[in-house]
């Protein structure tokens, strides 16, 4: 299977402060990139979908001023929490997939910690 | 409406035994996929099966196999002699063409193999 990985894996940071987690394709072209967010025994939440060289599609709800997202190559995306604040604490989840995988891969995930 | 569920919050069995975690979905479209994803307790998602909606067949993988039937709507996915290491959170999900190869998500079942 391809492999995607995700840095840092787990990050604290103050009130305040933003925070940039980086998802890369290690041994393929991702074409898109999707960001999720998971809260404890729960599901899943896309929060937004990347499209290399576009801008990203945000689900409804979810704050783009907030969560930048960025995808400017075919291997990397980033997703910059701006102004972070203990609600947005949280397990973040990149996945990455190309035309010729109809599944999604995933990055081993992000523990943020905001204090 | 595009739906999956996993009845199954949570399925406890001892080592050896066989277990069987259900999905059912519902979907307008004629094309769709679904998927099966684990999640164990590092957090890393790991992709198990894609099924297209016109390959009904099932299919056994080592311990793991997979019974879709298209009649009932549902994926539903057996262990075979279960192991510790299958402790999980297990999700089945769905996605269609028209989507953007978004996935909609289950909620998961927890799977629990004591020894």
């Known amino acids: 299977g391809a492999v995607v990985s995700q840095h840092p894996s787990r990050v604290i940071c103050k009130s305040g402060t933003s925070v940039k987690i980086e998802c890369r394709s290690l041994?393929?072209?991702?074409?898109?990139m999707f960001w999720y967010r998971q809260f404890p025994k729960q599901s899943l939440m896309l929060m937004a979908t990347s499209n290399e060289g576009s801008k990203a599609t945000y689900e409804q709800g979810v704050e783009k001023d907030k969560f930048l997202i960025n995808h400017a190559s075919l291997t990397l995306s980033t997703l910059t929490v701006t102004s972070a604040h203990p609600e947005d604490s949280s397990f973040y989840i990149c996945s990455a997939r190309n035309s010729l995988y109809l599944e999604q891969y995933f990055g081993p995930g992000t523990r943020l910690t905001v204090t | 409406a595009q739906k999956v569920t996993q009845a199954q919050t949570e399925i406890s069995v001892v080592e050896k035994e066989d277990v069987t975690l259900d999905c059912v979905y519902e979907t307008r479209d004629t094309t769709y996929y679904l998927f099966w994803y684990k999640q164990p307790p590092s957090g890393e998602l790991v992709f198990l099966i894609r099924r297209n909606s016109f390959d009904e067949q099932n299919e056994i993988s080592g311990r793991y196999s997979w019974n879709f039937q298209k009649s009932t709507s549902s994926f539903n996915f057996t262990i075979t002699a279960s192991q510790v290491v299958d402790s999980a959170v297990y999700f089945c999900a769905l996605s269609w063409a028209g989507n953007n190869r978004k996935l909609i998500w289950g909620l998961g079942t927890s799977l629990a193999v004591n020894p």
């Open positions: 041994d393929f072209q991702a074409t898109t």
